[in-house]
T-cell receptor, first 117, second 115 residues
Framework: AQTVTQSQPEMSVQEAETVTLSCTYD???????LFWYKQPPSRQMILVIR??????QNATENRFSVNFQKAAKSFSLKISDSQLGDTAMYFC??????????????FGKGITLSVRP | EAQVTQNPRYLITVTGKKLTVTCSQN?????MSWYRQDPGLGLRQIYY???????DKGDVPEGYKVSRKEKRNFPLILESPSPNQTSLYFC??????????????FGPGTRLTVT
């Protein structure tokens, strides 16, 4: 079974600064995907960024980037130039990658990020 | 607009009164799934469906039922709700299970309170 660990329950960052959210996972699978989801107060689950495990290059999406360390099973999210709209709960998630398999997302507990004006 | 819809968005009910939370997607997705979100636990999968008439248990299926009679709909049924089913529920769908089309689209969530 897979596990995803987010050990920091809360973080705070000043607007325009950079913050890194940590995530570690445990799996015996060789093919998988990793995701970061954002959940603002509206409760909607929004996909922020995804990483295919077979790709060595770290994914980036505008102000969001990841540091994927496959051997260490670490998948951190860096948010640059933090904005007030980044205030939300962030979930790290894992999914096995096999065609026809249950597309179950295994989530961490989440981290509440507050961006201070 | 491509979307996953859930109804109701909020529901307060009493122990033992059967209820159904509907989920519908307009993207012709094969795969659909239900999650519950609880503080300190993240989201956990309740049931999933690989295709019409094909459903299976996720990690926390006790007290829930599902059906998939049509491709677009995947209702979650609580036959006899109990207070420990008070939670935030999400429906999700993706084009195919696993593999290539892995991006999942989430519904807006249903806040259920069982008293």
């Amino acid at each position: 079974a897979q596990t995803v660990t987010q050990s920091q329950p809360e973080m705070s960052v000043q607007e325009a600064e950079t913050v890194t959210l940590s995530c570690t996972y445990d799996t015996s699978e060789s093919n998988y995907y990793l995701f970061w989801y954002k959940q603002p107060p509206s409760r909607q689950m929004i996909l922020v960024i995804r990483q295919e495990a077979y790709k060595q290059q770290n994914a980036t999406e505008n102000r969001f980037s990841v540091n994927f360390q496959k051997a260490a099973k670490s998948f951190s999210l860096k948010i640059s130039d933090s904005q007030l709209g980044d205030t939300a709960m962030y979930f790290c998630a894992f999914m096995k990658s096999y065609t026809g398999a249950n597309s179950k997302l295994t989530f961490g507990k989440g981290i509440t990020l507050s961006v201070r004006p | 607009e491509a979307q996953v819809t859930q109804n109701p968005r909020y529901l307060i009910t009493v122990t033992g009164k059967k209820l159904t939370v509907t989920c519908s997607q307009n993207m012709n997705h094969e795969y659909m799934s239900w999650y519950r979100q609880d503080p300190g636990l993240g989201l956990r999968q309740i049931y999933y469906s690989m295709n019409v008439e094909v459903t299976d248990k996720g990690d926390v299926p006790e007290g829930y039922k599902v059906s998939r009679k049509e491709k677009r709909n995947f209702p979650l049924i609580l036959e006899s709700p109990s207070p420990n089913q008070t939670s935030l529920y999400f429906c999700a769908s993706s084009l195919f299970p696993g593999g290539v089309s892995y991006e999942q689209y989430f519904g807006p969530g249903t806040r259920l309170t069982v008293t």
